[in-house]
């Protein structure tokens, strides 16, 4: 672990715990490279979670001024913007609820009220799922003012709503091609439909998902992500704020039993144990496994993996081929973490893409 590592995770750990810094980790930031430490908590998607423990450092220990005005102007934008989902969200939300619909949201403020401060956690889109209403809430979002955009996805559409895009899911996860998505993603729907006591978002009429679906949910979303185009720390760090508060919630032994039945076990185990070691997070129930083999080769592919695909502005057809040249490159999430072939995976998104465009459950 480098320098900038040993200090971004000293940060990270008072940040969860809601501490501050001990006088020799006060001391010890003195030398800090302060550039260094902002760039890769704006990489890893934790700038302003970061930005809490640092704005309450002793003054000897601040970074200079211009970087400390620019950080706190990032956080500042990303609890506006947080807000300004929110509110766009409960809009949205309660014009659905009046069409008879029922939205429950995925990740975003599912796991943001975990958060020690929920406006920090930096959100792309906004994520719901509408299951079969999908057409119906976009055509509802249309009368009132919003853009559907084209072309429209199997898996979601895009609402652009006062400067706001909302991931508006027919299905939770990505099923095109693959059957073991598809069973997996009848399993969550099917948690969603058994759930008649739901809680909400507050001050809005967004469902939030029962303890176990935001489980697997996260497992799988995460997995996916890290197999396809790699993963950020704040997926660690969502998975770590998640874990400290529901630890003792969760059926340990019912969410482990689906993790091994769709290999995502090894990857969940890396998560906690990661959670645990660089987090801080603080586990009191004995059915959690907080070790892991794995752990330190996953940490070590996000921070120094060039595997990113979406967002960078180069357009579809070369996501698809970074995505291909991912699974090729890197075989060994494959093979060690998910435990299944590559070379298959590389034929379900292509078989899924040719001869499944419009899949059904």
Not at 84 to 104: D, I, T
């Amino acid at each position: 672990m480098n320098t900038t590592q040993h200090f971004f995770f000293c940060l990270l750990r008072h940040a969860l715990a809601g501490s501050r810094l001990t006088s020799d980790d006060a001391e010890q930031l003195r030398t800090a490279d302060w550039q260094a430490i902002y760039q890769m908590a704006a990489r890893q998607g934790l700038l302003a979670v970061l930005w809490d423990v640092v704005a309450q450092l002793p003054k000897e220990c601040l970074p200079p001024r211009e970087l400390k005005l620019r950080w706190a102007l990032s956080a500042e934008g990303i609890a506006e913007r947080y807000g300004r989902q929110r509110a766009v969200a409960a809009e949205l939300a309660e014009r659905w609820s009046e069409a008879g619909l029922r939205p429950f949201v995925l990740k975003g403020f599912a796991v943001s009220r975990y958060y020690p401060v929920p406006e920090h956690r930096e959100c792309g889109d906004f994520d719901c799922f509408l299951g079969d209403g999908r057409d119906v809430a976009d055509k509802v979002a249309a009368e009132a003012g919003a853009w559907i955009e084209e072309p429209v996805g199997y898996k979601h559409t895009h609402i652009r709503y006062k400067k706001v895009v909302i991931e508006n899911h027919r299905f939770c996860i990505a099923v095109r091609g693959n059957r073991q998505a598809k069973a997996f993603e009848r399993l969550l729907e099917s948690l969603l439909a058994e759930d008649r006591q739901s809680e909400y978002v507050e001050g809005t009429r967004i469902g939030i998902p029962p303890v176990l679906f935001n489980a697997l949910f996260l497992a799988w979303h995460g997995l996916t992500h890290f197999l396809l185009e790699g993963i950020r720390f704040r997926h660690v760090y969502d998975w770590a704020c998640f874990v400290e508060a529901e630890q003792e919630r969760l059926d340990w032994g019912r969410f482990y039993a689906v993790c091994e039945q769709y290999h995502l076990r090894r990857f969940v185990d890396a998560m906690t144990a990661m959670a645990v070691r660089w987090c801080g997070v603080r586990i009191a129930n004995p059915a959690v496994v907080t070790e892991s083999p794995y752990a330190d080769r996953i940490l070590d592919s996000i921070f120094y993996d060039d595997s990113a695909v979406y967002n960078r502005g180069k357009g579809r057809w070369w996501g698809r081929t970074k995505v291909l040249s991912n699974i090729f490159r890197y075989q060994w999430k494959y093979r060690d973490i998910y435990q299944r072939s590559y070379v298959g995976q590389m034929a379900k998104l292509v078989g899924g893409f040719l001869f499944d465009r419009h899949p059904k459950l």
